[in-house]
C-alpha cells in the first residue's frame, strides 16, 4: 500500500493520515462483523430462555427480533464512533424517524403492545368462550395485533388487541363452573311447598348438576297471574346448557303430572257503559 501511495506522489503526512483511516475503517468493518454475529447469538439466547419459560412461540420470536435490532443500532452507532464519523446527527435521525413512524403507526403499535400483554398476562386461552370488545364467542387464536373470535353462530369476528384490553374481558370457562338461573310461575291456587320438592327432586335426579355449591328454589315475587319461582343451580361450564335446557323440560313435564299449573300472562277487560241505569240498592 506504501508503495502505491508513493506512486501517486501523496506526500509522507497524507500517507500517514490515509493509512490511519484505512486501519480505522478496516477495524471497524472486523467490529461491524463480530458485533453482528454476537448479537444474533444474544437474541437466539434470550429465545431459548423465553420458551424454556413457556413464554408464547410468537411473543418469543417478537421479542427475538426486537432485541437483535436493538443491539444491531446500538452496533452501529458504535462501529460509526470507531470509524471516525459523527454519530450526533444520525442518532438525531434516528429518533426523528423512529417519533415519526410510532406517530403514523400509533394505533398498531397499540395493538402491538396490548398483544404483548394478553400473551404474558393471558386473561384468556385459545378455546375460552369469552366475551372481549363487545363480542362474544370461542378464541380461535391469539397473535401480536389481533384476536380471532368465533361466534355462536359460527361468524369470524376479528378484534384489535387495543380493544380487547382497553375493554372488560369476561371469560366464561375460567373458572370451571357456572351458575345457571332462571324462573317458573305457578298458579296462585297451587302448593308452592309442593312444587319446590319437586324441583329439588329434580335436582338431585340430574348428576350434571352440582351439589356443591348447592342448587336452590326460591319465592321470588307474586306476580299479575302467578306465583313466580327462581331457580338457580349449578354446573361446569359443557354440561351447563344441557342440565338447564333439560331440567326446564323435566319442571313442565313434572308439574304437569303432578297437577301443578303454571299459568299463561292474562289480563282481565271490564267495559263499563255509562249509559246504563244504575242498579238500585236493595
Known amino acids: 500500500m506504501i508503495?502505491?501511495?508513493?506512486?501517486?506522489?501523496?506526500?509522507?503526512?497524507?500517507?500517514?493520515?490515509?493509512?490511519?483511516?484505512?486501519?480505522?475503517?478496516?477495524?471497524?468493518?472486523?467490529?461491524?462483523v463480530i458485533g453482528i454475529w454476537i448479537a444474533a447469538r444474544l437474541a437466539n439466547v434470550g429465545r431459548?430462555?423465553?420458551?424454556?419459560?413457556?413464554?408464547?412461540?410468537?411473543?418469543?420470536n417478537f421479542l427475538r427480533n426486537a432485541i437483535y435490532g436493538l443491539l444491531i443500532a446500538f452496533i452501529i452507532v458504535q462501529v460509526m464512533g470507531m470509524a471516525g464519523i459523527p454519530t450526533a446527527s444520525f442518532i438525531a435521525a434516528l429518533g426523528a424517524a423512529g417519533l415519526a413512524i410510532g406517530l403514523a403507526l400509533n394505533s398498531s403499535l397499540s395493538n402491538l403492545a396490548w398483544g404483548v400483554l394478553l400473551i404474558l398476562f393471558r386473561p384468556f386461552r385459545i378455546g375460552d368462550y369469552v366475551l372481549v370488545g363487545g363480542v362474544e364467542g370461542t378464541?380461535?387464536?391469539i397473535n401480536l395485533m389481533h384476536t380471532y373470535i368465533v361466534t355462536a353462530d359460527n361468524r369470524e369476528a376479528v378484534v384489535p388487541n387495543a380493544k380487547v384490553?382497553?375493554?372488560?374481558?369476561?371469560?366464561?370457562?375460567?373458572?370451571?363452573?357456572?351458575?345457571f338461573e332462571f324462573k317458573v310461575g305457578i298458579g296462585y291456587g297451587d302448593d308452592i311447598g309442593k312444587a319446590m320438592e319437586v324441583i329439588?327432586?329434580?335436582?338431585?335426579?340430574?348428576?350434571?348438576?352440582?351439589?356443591d355449591p348447592a342448587p336452590g328454589v326460591w319465592t321470588d315475587t307474586l306476580g299479575d297471574s302467578a306465583v313466580n319461582l327462581v331457580i338457580r343451580a349449578w354446573a361446569n361450564v359443557p354440561d351447563m346448557y344441557g342440565a338447564q335446557t333439560n331440567l326446564l323440560r323435566r319442571i313442565k313435564e313434572r308439574f304437569a303430572d303432578?297437577?301443578?299449573t303454571i299459568p299463561f300472562p292474562q289480563s282481565e277487560i271490564r267495559l263499563i257503559n255509562p249509559a246504563a241505569p244504575e242498579t238500585p240498592a236493595t
Open 3 to 32: 508503495d502505491f501511495l508513493d506512486h501517486l506522489g501523496i506526500d509522507h503526512a497524507t500517507r500517514v493520515l490515509l493509512i490511519g483511516y484505512a486501519i480505522r475503517i478496516g477495524l471497524s468493518l472486523v467490529a461491524l
Open 48 to 60: 431459548r430462555a423465553l420458551e424454556r419459560a413457556r413464554v408464547d412461540v410468537t411473543l418469543a
Open 139 to 141: 378464541v380461535q387464536n
Open 165 to 179: 384490553g382497553g375493554d372488560a374481558i369476561i371469560n366464561f370457562n375460567v373458572r370451571g363452573t357456572r351458575r
Open 200 to 211: 329439588q327432586e329434580l335436582f338431585a335426579a340430574d348428576p350434571r348438576i352440582l351439589k
Open 258 to 260: 303432578e297437577g301443578i
